[in-house]
């Protein structure tokens, strides 16, 4: 019934209307990171616009779990190791449950946008708010 042509132009109308209803939901594209270098400073973020590092929905926090402060930009892995980066920037100042650290101890285990990333371990620092009051961040090895 249909020929070839008439295969992909349906195509590419599904494309157009699944990537506008992506836009149209909220989502930030990230920018193509080309190259990346010791003074690599982060210009993207790809988060859906309701992310924010609030009470986790489901996902279990262990009692020495602390909300921790981003001190610096810092980019996101999901597993302890540099091979696992996650395209998510985490500006500085920005808070998240810090549940433990890595057998290494060179990253936090968090909880940001009810997932679990990792960070490295010199981008967190306490939370100086009311609440926390600089509670230290929890040293116990994580999975």
Known sequence: MFGQPHRIMWL???????????????????????????????????????????????L???????????????????????????????PAGKTAWVLGVDASGHYYKIIWADRYLWVPAETMGPNTDALWQGAPLPTEVVE
């Open 12 to 58: 590419g109308v599904l494309v157009v209307v699944l990537l506008s209803a992506l836009v149209w939901a909220g989502w930030q594209w990230p920018a193509p990171v080309l190259a990346q270098s010791s003074t690599f400073t982060p210009t993207w973020t790809w988060l859906p616009p309701t992310a924010t590092p609030s009470v986790p929905q489901g």
């Open 60 to 90: 279990p926090i262990p009692p020495q779990a602390v909300v921790g402060r981003v001190t610096q930009d810092t980019l996101v892995y999901w597993a302890p190791r540099e091979s696992a980066l996650v395209p998510i920037v985490l």
